[in-house]
């Protein structure tokens, strides 16, 4: 029998130990089994990038250069999308240059909502500053977006770009 003052003993400090290990496992099972969310693949990760970078090069309009700020997305863009981009980028160019508007975004979370070999779609969320003549100091705007991904040999491109409520 030990004294009730006496330090515990390394076989219960070791079992105390195990017992805490044994409920972090648990919870971190419990946490995957009801989200269903498997670790991200190397395609996650790389469909996730593309339309985060994407996003960011809708929102990102710089007066100065119109033209590039459409181009950044038109380079990562494919299919029905690319050919829509093509056919506003004129009227895009000239409301920028007429408006003297601008815009900084970035996507600030994102995830796969479904992803075969061939075809991933992704929501993002994001913030942008938008300048212009009555705004100058500029405001914040969060948007949420669909992006849908096409395997091409070029890797991920864009084929469709939804705003979602």
Known sequence: M???????????????????????????????????????????QTALAVARQAVGDLLTVDRNDPKGSVQRLADRSTGEFRRQLDEMADGFVK??????????????????????????????????????????????VPYRLVVGLQRTPAGWLVSSMEFVP
Not at 121 to 133: E, I, K, Q
């Open 2 to 44: 030990t004294a009730p003052d006496a330090p515990p003993t390394r076989g219960a400090v070791l079992l105390v130990a195990l017992a805490g290990l044994a409920v972090v496992l648990a919870a971190t099972l419990v946490t995957l089994v009801l989200t269903g969310r498997p670790a991200p693949t190397e395609a996650d």
């Open 95 to 140: 409301s920028l240059r007429d408006t003297g508007a601008s815009a900084s975004g970035q996507a600030t979370e994102a995830g796969i909502r479904g992803i075969s070999a061939e075809q991933a779609s992704v929501l993002v969320t994001a913030t942008a500053t938008v300048r212009n003549s009555r705004v100058p100091a500029g405001e914040s």
